[in-house]
């Protein structure tokens, strides 16, 4: 059973940057495609960045150019470098595991407890 432990988390001001890290255990940890996910207040949860074993990565628009994915597999861990944080990047982060098929991702391993992030004016 894999299990997901995201860390890093915190209240910055807008244009600040955060480091949030998703340390994974358990069987086959790192043998997927990784992702993290956030789930502003009141919305969906959405898709924010995936990564490859083959450091091959994929951003949602509204993160490109300023969220950067990535994975220490010697650590069992998943990064994502969030710079120039906007008051819309508020929200509860998650990482997960998953596979691409075609061209959507599908987490298969559930999730953690989630990190919360909140920008400020």
């Known amino acids: 059973q894999v299990q997901l432990m995201e860390s890093g988390g915190g209240v910055v001001q807008a244009g600040e940057s955060l480091t949030l890290s998703c340390r994974v255990s358990?069987?086959?940890?790192?043998?997927?495609?990784a992702g993290w996910y956030r789930q502003p207040p009141g919305k969906q949860r959405e898709l924010v960045a995936t990564?490859?074993?083959?450091?091959?990565?994929n951003y949602a628009d509204s993160v490109k150019g300023r969220f950067s994915i990535s994975r220490d597999n010697t650590k069992n861990t998943v990064y994502l470098q969030m710079n120039s944080l906007k008051l819309e990047d508020t929200a509860d982060y998650y990482c997960?595991?998953?596979?691409?098929?075609?061209?959507?991702?599908?987490?298969?391993?559930?999730w953690g407890q989630g990190t919360q992030v909140t920008v400020s004016s």
């Open positions: 997960t595991l998953g596979n691409f098929i075609g061209a959507s991702y599908y987490p298969n391993v559930g």
């Open positions: 358990g069987s086959a940890p790192m043998s997927t495609v």
């Open positions: 990564i490859t074993r083959a450091d091959r990565t």
